[in-house]
Each structure stands twice: as C-alpha cells, then as structure tokens.
C-alpha cells in the first residue's frame, strides 16, 4: 500500500477551538479519522501528525524522502516565511514524489501576508479553501497520478 504522511503545522492541533468560523468547528482527530478513510478507499495508508515546531516538521518531511512517502502538507503559518521548510520540501518532488500543499481556508481570501506561499513554488499542487475536504481532494489528486 501506498504511503502518505499528512502533515500540520502549528496550531492546527487547536482545530475545533481555534477561531471556528475560519477553520470550523471539527478537531485534529475529526481530521485524522477522516483522512485515514478517505485514504483507506483510495488504497493509500495514511498517517497524519501535526506540530508546533518547525525542526520537527523539517524531520518529518526528511523521512518522507528517506521512506519514499508522498506528503499532504499544510505548513500552517511556516507557509509565508519557512525557507527551511520550503528547501526540505523541495527533496520531496525532486526524490519523484507527490507533494500537496493544503489549507482549509483561502490564503488568498485573507490577509495580505497570507498571500504568499514559499512551499507552493516546490509543491506537486495546491488545494486551498475547501476545509476539510481540501486534505481529501488531495488525497484523490495523489491517488490518480499514482494510477497513471
């Protein structure tokens, strides 16, 4: 089966209290169980984490190029300044792999210095502003580019 770490950065664990009427009312653990089925009806075996810090996310997508795993990221707030992050993920479609970047608002929509994604020049894609359902439509994106 295909792996696929899905990745969160800081305060995604705060999903479900953290400011609902952007991120909505569910938790990280309504996330987690959600991709895990969506992924298991793809034939993707899916492991989702999430982090605060930024030096453990860069572990995690090392690992992904170290396993062969392809990723869901969403960097959170490391998307608009993590160089580190940026250049870590870069070994992710380089290695062959299949990187999305996710959000479940619109960056754009938002403020101004939510525009800017450094991981997004290095991602496979983007999906962005459709909540939860950003994370399985990218599960489905990596699940039919692995079928051609």
């Given at each position: ?116 994604s450094v991981v997004g020049p290095v991602a496979t894609g983007t999906v962005a502003g459709f ?18």
């Open positions: 089966m295909t792996r696929v770490l899905v990745l969160n950065g800081p305060n995604l664990g705060r999903l479900g209290v953290r400011e609902p009427e952007v991120y909505g009312a569910a938790t990280l653990a309504d996330l987690a169980g959600a991709a895990t089925g969506w992924g298991s009806d793809l034939g993707l075996e899916i492991e989702v984490r999430q982090t605060d810090d930024e030096a453990e996310m860069i572990g995690w997508v090392h690992e992904a190029v170290d396993t062969a795993s392809h990723v869901v990221l969403n960097p959170a707030a490391f998307t608009h300044y993590s160089y580190a992050l940026r250049d870590a993920a870069a070994q992710i479609t380089t290695a062959g792999l299949l990187l999305v970047e996710v959000h479940l608002s619109n960056p754009v929509a938002r403020e101004e210095f939510r525009h800017v909540g939860f359902d950003s994370y399985r439509l990218a599960l489905e994106a990596i699940a039919a580019r692995l079928v051609r």
